[in-house]
C-alpha cells in the first residue's frame, strides 16, 4: 500500500531502496520557504543499518504488511534465543539483538509475536509490561519528597529501573519492557 511521505508514523514498516525499514522517529517540518516535508530516522530490519531521509508531501512510500505469529519462547542459548511455533511445535532459533535489548525480560513459556515478512523473522515482540522481582533496591534518604524521587533498583533479571521509595527488596513490580521503567506494583 503507497501512502505519502507526510502520513509516515513511527512503527510504520517501509519498503525503501530494496530494503524493509522500521520507523523509529518522525519530525514534521514546515519551513519558512518551500515546501513542508517529514524528517524521518529508520532502522533497516535486515541488517541493522540506520538512516534518516526526508521525504516531501508528494513522495509515496510503499508500506509493507508484516505477517504476525505467536511463539513461545523456550531457552537461550549463548546469544542465539529458541522459540516454538504454538500451531505446528516447530523451534527456531533466532540471535537476541533482534529483540533490541528487550532479552532481558524473556521469561520461560512467555508468549510473544515474531513479525515475518516472506517468511523470515524480522522482528519479536513482547508484552508490554511484565513483572519482575527487585533483588536490590537503595535505601531511602530521609528528607526526601515521596512525590518526585524515586531511588534505583535491580530486577531478578538484572536490569536497572528507578522505584518509588516505597519499594523494597523482594517486592514483585510491573516493569514497561521497551521504555524499562516502573508501572505499579504486582497484585
Same mark, same amino acid.
Given at each position: 500500500?503507497?501512502?505519502?511521505?507526510?502520513?509516515?508514523?513511527?512503527?510504520?514498516?517501509?519498503?525503501?531502496?530494496?530494503?524493509?525499514?522500521?520507523?523509529?522517529?518522525?519530525?514534521?517540518?514546515?519551513?519558512?520557504k518551500g515546501?513542508?516535508?517529514?524528517?524521518?530516522?529508520?532502522?533497516?530490519l535486515? *541488517?541493522g543499518?540506520?538512516?534518516?531521509?526526508?521525504?516531501?508531501s508528494?513522495?509515496?512510500v510503499?508500506?509493507?504488511r508484516? *505477517?504476525?505469529?505467536?511463539?513461545?519462547f523456550?531457552y537461550?542459548d549463548? *546469544?542465539?534465543l529458541?522459540?516454538?511455533?504454538?500451531?505446528?511445535?516447530e523451534?527456531?532459533?533466532?540471535?537476541?539483538?533482534?529483540?533490541?535489548?528487550?532479552?532481558?525480560?524473556?521469561?520461560?513459556?512467555?508468549? =510473544?509475536?515474531l513479525?515475518?515478512?516472506?517468511?523470515r523473522?524480522i522482528s519479536?515482540?513482547l508484552?508490554?509490561?511484565?513483572?519482575?522481582t527487585?533483588?536490590?533496591?537503595d535505601?531511602? =534518604?530521609?528528607?526526601?519528597?515521596?512525590?518526585?524521587?524515586?531511588k534505583p533498583? =535491580?530486577? *531478578?533479571?538484572?536490569v536497572?529501573v528507578?522505584?518509588?521509595?516505597?519499594i523494597?527488596?523482594?517486592?514483585?513490580?510491573?516493569?514497561?519492557?521497551?521504555?524499562?521503567?516502573y508501572?505499579?506494583?504486582?497484585n
Open positions: 500500500m503507497k501512502i505519502s511521505g507526510v502520513d509516515i508514523r513511527p512503527g510504520n514498516i517501509l519498503e525503501y531502496e530494496g530494503g524493509i525499514w522500521k520507523v523509529a522517529k518522525t519530525q514534521h517540518t514546515q519551513p519558512g515546501g513542508a516535508f517529514m524528517q524521518v530516522e529508520m532502522k533497516n535486515i *541488517d543499518r540506520k538512516t534518516n531521509v526526508r521525504f516531501r508528494q513522495d509515496t510503499e508500506k509493507v508484516l *505477517d504476525t505469529k505467536d511463539f513461545q523456550l537461550a549463548g *546469544d542465539q529458541v522459540f516454538m511455533d504454538k500451531d505446528t511445535y523451534q527456531i532459533q533466532l540471535p537476541a539483538d533482534l529483540l533490541g535489548g528487550a532479552d532481558a525480560f524473556l521469561q520461560d513459556g512467555m508468549e =510473544v509475536s513479525e515475518l515478512w516472506e517468511e523473522p519479536v515482540q508484552p508490554e509490561q511484565v513483572e519482575a527487585i533483588v536490590e533496591a535505601a531511602v =534518604v530521609k528528607g526526601q519528597t515521596a512525590s518526585s524521587s524515586f533498583a =535491580v530486577l *531478578d533479571n538484572g536497572r528507578m522505584v518509588p521509595p516505597h523494597g527488596s523482594g517486592a514483585r513490580i510491573i516493569v514497561d519492557v521497551y521504555e524499562r521503567t508501572v505499579g506494583k504486582a
